[in-house]
């Protein structure tokens, strides 16, 4: 095992803001809205119509497919709509709408302990598909899918991700530092699935309290070690972690089971020991409010559902004498730019970042043409080229972006962009050029039907 992935970068990590600040739970008052897409794969259908009345817990929307994930009511209250409302992105989606009663009456009572030693495997895998569980790191993908691998002994490392490389966000950290053996205890569960492997915590230096912690909670558990990485962005991203600890690189049309690993956030695996111990269904998560024009930076557990404007406004609202120029879902190097903060918190969102100033903007003003350096080349975790990349995208030419140049192994990290003298919007013409590539394959499929 190494402790570090070829490439990356070194961004001001600007963690200092809510490091040190522990996880509270946030009680919403405003009305709640969950888009019936939270994950990736097929939306989930709305059990519920307006007027049904509703609690925490109770299942509102069912998956869709065996890639599509259950969605669960995170407050008590009445279903007000199931109506089309503006999600982070700025599409509009199908969502439902709760009024909340502000008294949060759960379905059932999660306090006591269940022997998950009574439970078969495939119990276990259903408690975690019933309850509605997704990977919490950012990317959404149903954890029950993620955990019925095809061969499930050819699997040789489980590893958990407590990187928390993005920039500002330090919800993990704090998960890590104050529920340690809750997340061991749902990383035990998940080896039960897979015999031959080990367990592997892997945690950025820069954590030194989590890396404690999480040590003293694996003493004495069998097949479990915690690894301690280099700070380095993007080490969170799966594909880092999995060369890191296995010293496998693979194509993006390949699943990282391919490669015998299996790799869960630590929020996921929080996750997993409440719905396997206390039949506690998927519907609050950890996330961080942060950015130099947040009034009162935290870590949070916040409920799905959520508007991003309530968590602000209850907790200071932007700092006096500032003012926030953008609001990113998330990080600086992945997050998502939002127009506007009256949109929910899905499961799969982990931070809110509101910066005094935009980085983007400052760029765009000393674009200049390709200095030919390299440096996008070196940084690359993935190994590929960007320059030539941009250039094949300018040019429209798709077949070389793709087939010639592995446009499509491109993870979008914002690595480049972050190295570029020039300045270029590298990343952002990687985005787009994958948009065009899969929206043609598609038109293409359809035509030959």
Same mark, same amino acid.
């Given at each position: 095992?190494?402790?570090?992935?070829?490439?990356?970068?070194?961004?001001?990590?600007?963690?200092?803001?809510?490091?040190?600040?522990?996880?509270?739970?946030?009680?919403?008052?405003?009305?709640?809205?969950?888009?019936?897409?939270?994950?990736?794969?097929?939306?989930?259908?709305?059990?519920?119509?307006?007027?049904?009345?509703?609690?925490?817990?109770?299942?509102?929307?069912?998956?869709?497919?065996?890639?599509?994930?259950?969605?669960?009511?995170?407050?008590?209250?009445?279903?007000?709509?199931?109506?089309?409302?503006?999600?982070?992105?700025?599409?509009?989606?199908?969502?439902?709408?709760?009024?909340?009663?502000?008294?949060?009456?759960?379905?059932?009572?999660?306090?006591?302990?269940?022997?998950?030693?009574?439970?078969?495997?495939?119990?276990?895998?259903?408690?975690?598909?019933?309850?509605?569980?997704?990977?919490?790191?950012?990317?959404?993908?149903?954890?029950?899918?993620?955990?019925?691998?095809?061969?499930?002994?050819?699997?040789?490392?489980?590893?958990?991700?407590?990187?928390?490389?993005?920039?500002?966000?330090?919800?993990?950290?704090?998960?890590?530092?104050?529920?340690?053996?809750?997340?061991?205890?749902?990383?035990?569960?998940?080896?039960?699935?897979?015999?031959?492997?080990?367990?592997?915590?892997?945690?950025?230096?820069?954590?030194?309290?989590?890396? +404690? @912690?999480? =040590?003293?909670? *694996?003493? !004495?558990?069998?097949?479990?070690?915690?690894?301690?990485?280099?700070?380095?962005?993007? &080490?969170?991203?799966?594909?880092?972690?999995?060369?890191?600890?296995?010293?496998?690189?693979?194509?993006?049309?390949?699943?990282?089971?391919?490669?015998?690993?299996?790799?869960?956030?630590?929020?996921?695996?929080?996750?997993?020991?409440?719905?396997?111990?206390?039949?506690?269904?998927?519907?609050?998560?950890?996330?961080?409010?942060?950015?130099?024009?947040?009034?009162?930076?935290?870590?949070?557990?916040?409920?799905?559902?959520?508007?991003?404007?309530?968590?602000?406004?209850?907790?200071?609202?932007?700092?006096?004498?500032? +003012? @926030?120029? =953008?609001?990113? *879902?998330? !990080?600086?190097?992945?997050?998502?730019?939002?127009?506007?903060?009256?949109?929910?918190? &899905?499961?799969?969102?982990?931070?809110?970042?509101?910066?005094?100033?935009?980085?983007?903007?400052?760029?765009?003003?000393?674009?200049?043409?390709?200095?030919?350096?390299?440096?996008?080349?070196?940084?690359?975790?993935?190994?590929?080229?960007?320059?030539?990349?941009?250039?094949?995208?300018?040019?429209?030419?798709?077949?070389?972006?793709?087939?010639?140049?592995?446009?499509?192994?491109?993870?979008?990290?914002?690595?480049?962009?972050?190295?570029?003298?020039?300045?270029?919007?590298?990343?952002?013409?990687?985005?787009?050029?994958? @948009?065009?590539?899969?929206?043609?394959?598609?038109?293409?499929?359809?035509?030959?039907?």
């Amino acid at each position: 095992m190494k402790n570090t992935f070829r490439g990356g970068v070194h961004p001001q990590d600007h963690k200092d803001l809510s490091r040190d600040v522990p996880l509270r739970l946030f009680n919403p008052t405003g009305e709640m809205v969950y888009p019936l897409s939270q994950h990736i794969g097929r939306p989930a259908k709305p059990l519920v119509k307006k007027g049904d009345p509703v609690l925490v817990g109770q299942r509102i929307a069912e998956a869709d497919g065996f890639v599509s994930a259950h969605i669960h009511s995170s407050c008590s209250g009445t279903v007000k709509a199931v109506e089309n409302r503006r999600i982070l992105t700025g599409q509009m989606m199908d969502c439902i709408v709760i009024d909340n009663d502000g008294q949060f009456t759960q379905v059932e009572s999660y306090a006591s302990r269940d022997d998950a030693n009574t439970l078969s495997d495939n119990e276990l895998l259903q408690r975690i598909q019933d309850a509605g569980i997704v990977g919490l790191g950012g990317a959404g993908f149903p954890t029950h899918v993620k955990l019925k691998p095809k061969d499930p002994s050819a699997i040789r490392y489980v590893i958990v991700n407590g990187a928390e490389c993005e920039p500002y966000l330090t919800c993990n950290d704090q998960l890590m530092r104050s529920c340690g053996p809750e997340i061991i205890t749902g990383l035990e569960l998940v080896l039960r699935l897979f015999p031959n492997a080990e367990g592997v915590i892997c945690i950025e230096n820069n954590k030194p309290e989590a890396i +404690r @912690a999480m =040590k003293e909670a *694996v003493k !004495g558990r069998a097949r479990m070690s915690v690894k301690p990485m280099i700070t380095k962005y993007p &080490q969170g991203g799966e594909r880092s972690l999995i060369e890191a600890i296995a010293g496998a690189n693979f194509p993006v049309s390949k699943l990282p089971a391919d490669v015998g690993c299996i790799v869960d956030n630590v929020g996921t695996l929080y996750a997993i020991q409440r719905v396997v111990l206390y039949r506690e269904p998927l519907f609050s998560q950890v996330f961080t409010l942060t950015g130099e024009a947040v009034a009162q930076p935290g870590n949070f557990i916040v409920r799905d559902g959520t508007s991003f404007r309530e968590l602000l406004e209850a907790n200071g609202g932007v700092r006096p004498g500032v +003012r @926030a120029v =953008k609001a990113l *879902v998330g !990080g600086p190097m992945m997050g998502i730019a939002t127009g506007s903060l009256d949109v929910p918190i &899905q499961k799969q969102n982990n931070g809110l970042t509101l910066l005094a100033e935009d980085p983007v903007e400052k760029a765009e003003a000393l674009v200049t043409a390709c200095l030919h350096c390299g440096r996008c080349t070196t940084v690359c975790p993935m190994g590929l080229m960007p320059q030539m990349m941009c250039d094949a995208a300018d040019a429209e030419n798709w077949e070389r972006y793709e087939k010639k140049l592995y446009g499509l192994e491109c993870i979008q990290c914002g690595s480049c962009t972050f190295a570029c003298p020039a300045k270029r919007p590298l990343t952002q013409t990687f985005k787009k050029a994958k @948009a065009e590539i899969l929206e043609r394959k598609k038109r293409e499929g359809g035509d030959r039907k």
